[in-house]
């Protein structure tokens, strides 16, 4: 179609005026179109695990299928998932405080329950406050509910982690909610126990909102990171938000869940009844068995998190080679944070990088000013062993090619 007649038959609504591509999507897509061309990627950007959704889930699904789980479910998910993922906190946080299935929602995805968050609780003249980096659809999804999304930067001497001081400078009479997201996608880090306690008695105080995105909570290096929901004295304005993508290797199956007040649960079941209804009847199924089928997760969950932290290792270690590389030490999640300001000091150094990177050295990586910190590269780890230590290594090469 000629440009004038595409222009004159589209033009884009106030509601999405402002809105951009998912960046991180963006450099997997590139990177998969070079593959088909014939070159030889080794494909760093990926924000999924590389490992298959474990047998005993697949099977399930195969069985959900012929049991007849074809059919719309309710809304909000089928109880019996709710039910499991109420007794998951229960075992996890002893019962106290108990949440029910009716303060849970199940969606297409942890990006979805993000997104119905942020839209039935944000909207115009509301300012929210998102430690930076942050995964890049946080902003994208509080301007999409017509709020203002404020990055607070954080400490480069401390992982890039915002205290609650930081946090309530930023902070106006317009602000309403914090997103918060530990382990960190992109830089690795983890709230401490002591960190999380601050910034939520800080919300508390405020009357804030604090949606807490526990996506990555499984794969942690140091211990089990510590969850709001061990550290929140109530749940009245908390927003826990899960899903089984990361730490089950379930990214295609799509399903996520919020842990809300009621009321905000109702909301979002309303929001998602008129946009998607129910997440994918056979997906739920599959979580269900993911979640309840204990023994089988434990083993599954553990030898994939082992694995990461084997890479981890390796990774850190041959960082050694480039002491000029600063990075975020990574302690969850499967990111690896560099720093590569001196690659162009005076403009988008992260971007100069890896674009230097994937067409000279065939390696992708997701530029840093997708996080709205451009100094930066985001590497993954979620790739096989051996193209990880080959990409770090071209990763080195490449810095001190620019970097003499
Ligand atoms: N939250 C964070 C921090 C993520 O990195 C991602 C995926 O990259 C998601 C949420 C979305 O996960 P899901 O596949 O459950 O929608």
Same mark, same amino acid.
């Given at each position: 179609?000629?440009? #004038? ?25 590139? #990177? ?28 399930? #699904? ?146 804030? &909102? ?42 295609? &199956? ?24 129910? #997440? ?125």
């Amino acid at each position: 179609m000629p440009e #004038a007649i595409a222009a004159r038959t589209f033009a884009p609504s106030l509601n999405i005026a402002k809105l951009k591509e998912s960046a991180t999507l963006a450099v997997s897509a590139r #990177a998969k179109a070079l593959r088909a061309a014939g070159r030889n990627i080794v494909d760093l950007g990926a924000g999924e695990p590389d490992f298959d959704t474990p047998v005993y889930i697949r099977r399930a #699904a195969q069985r959900a299928i012929d049991a007849g789980a074809t059919r719309y479910t309710a809304t909000e998910g089928i109880l019996p998932l709710r039910q499991a993922i109420a007794d998951r906190v229960a075992l996890d946080y002893h019962g106290e405080d108990a949440v029910s299935p009716a303060d849970i929602i199940v969606s297409t995805g942890s990006k979805q329950s993000l997104f119905n968050t942020c839209f039935v609780l944000f909207g115009p003249d509301d300012e929210v406050l998102i430690p930076t980096p942050s995964w890049t659809s946080y902003y994208e999804m509080v301007t999409l509910a017509r709020a203002t999304a404020v990055p607070v930067m954080g400490d480069a001497g401390h992982g890039l982690k915002v205290s609650a001081a930081m946090l309530e400078a930023a902070a106006t009479a317009r602000t309403r909610g914090v997103m918060l997201n530990s382990p960190s996608n992109p830089t690795g880090a983890v709230y401490s126990r002591a960190e999380l306690e601050e910034i939520v008695a800080l919300c508390d105080e405020r009357g804030w &909102w604090l949606i807490s995105d526990e996506i990555y909570r499984d794969i942690s290096y140091s211990g089990r990171a510590t969850s709001v929901l061990d550290v929140a004295q109530n749940r009245d304005r908390l927003v826990v938000v899960d899903g089984v993508a990361k730490a089950y290797a379930m990214t295609g &199956w799509r399903i996520g869940w919020a842990i809300a007040p009621r009321a905000v649960t109702k909301a979002m079941s309303a929001l998602q009844s008129h946009t998607t209804s129910n #997440a994918t009847s056979v997906s739920q199924h599959a979580a269900l068995a993911a979640l309840t089928d204990r023994a089988a997760a434990e083993e599954a969950v553990s030898t994939m998190v082992c694995e990461f932290q084997a890479r981890r290792d390796l990774l850190v270690a041959s960082m050694a080679r480039e002491p000029r590389l600063q990075y975020v030490y990574p302690d969850g999640a499967f990111y690896l944070y560099l720093n590569v300001a001196a690659v162009q000091p005076d403009g988008d150094a992260g971007a100069a990088f890896a674009t230097h990177l994937l067409e000279r050295h065939d390696v992708a990586v997701v530029p840093g000013a997708a996080f709205l910190t451009p100094d930066w590269i985001r590497l993954s780890y979620a790739a096989p062993r051996e193209s990880v230590m080959d990409g770090v290594g071209r990763v080195i090469t490449a810095f001190g090619e620019l970097v003499p």
